[in-house]
T-cell receptor, first 113, second 115 residues
Framework: DQQVKQNSPSLSVQEGRISILNCDYT??????FLWYKKYPAEGPTFLIS?????DKNEDGRFTVFLNKSAKHLSLHIVPSQPGDSAVYFC????????????FGAGTQVVVTP | GAGVSQSPRYKVAKRGQDVALRCDPI?????LFWYQQALGQGPEFLTY????????KSGLPSDRFFAERPEGSVSTLKIQRTQQEDSAVYLC?????????????FGPGTRLTVL
């Protein structure tokens, strides 16, 4: 069963504009959420995370928002840059699971000039 | 660099062959994870090691899959009698501890193609 879902397989955005990536989850036991970025032929690299006790975390151009009641999180990238073109994975883990991550299927972001 | 390395990067196997995939985690990292990523999907958890102890193997798809980390550093994922459905990218990740908020560092993966 897919407990982490990214329903948009792709997103195209103009350079300088905001990219908004969405993620939904079904397991209320998840207490930590992460976004990873992946370039072709490379492993995923950590981007930003948020604990379930928070509703927002910001790091430079990247902000993650968590809405626990809706079991929804989003990643905002402002402003979008060409180097942001990659696949973005939402992931979640729960306490006591050794940090085991459950991933969504990913969203391919293309930033156009 | 001192990142996670995996070898081989690409492996082509005939159906029924056995394969062994190697992961060198970041030195000193206690936790090591294996994930399987099918085409167009996100990585899926296979197994977890804390040092040399395999604490979770709930994601291994069948008894043809076996993983070990005998000295608590390098890990090997072995797949016996490979099948076409085993074709995927196999990712290894390591982290300092097995706590949910510790960042996992991923290797580049091994792309396995079973013909």
């Amino acid at each position: 069963d897919q407990q982490v879902k990214q329903n948009s397989p792709s997103l195209s955005v103009q350079e300088g504009r905001i990219s908004i990536l969405n993620c939904d989850y079904t397991n209320s036991m998840f207490d930590y959420f992460l976004w990873y970025k992946k370039y072709p032929a490379e492993g995923p690299t950590f981007l930003i995370s948020i604990s379930s006790i928070k509703d927002k975390n910001e790091d430079g151009r990247f902000t993650v928002f968590l809405n626990k009641s809706a079991k929804h999180l989003s990643l905002h990238i402002v402003p979008s840059q060409p180097g942001d073109s990659a696949v973005y994975f939402c992931a979640a883990s729960k306490r006591g699971s050794w940090g085991k991550l459950q991933f969504g299927a990913g969203t391919q972001v293309v930033v156009t000039p | 660099g001192a990142g996670v390395s995996q070898s081989p990067r690409y492996k082509v196997a005939k159906r029924g062959q056995d394969v062994a995939l190697r992961c060198d985690p970041i030195s000193g990292h206690v936790s090591l994870f294996w994930y399987q990523q099918a085409l167009g999907q996100g990585p899926e958890f296979l197994t977890y090691f804390q040092n040399e102890a395999q604490l979770d193997k709930s994601g291994l798809p069948s008894d043809r899959f076996f993983a070990e980390r005998p000295e608590g550093s390098v890990s090997t994922l072995k797949i016996q009698r490979t099948q076409q459905e085993d074709s995927a990218v196999y990712l290894c990740a390591s982290s300092t501890t097995g706590l949910s908020y510790n960042e996992q560092f991923f290797g580049p993966g091994t792309r396995l193609t079973v013909l």
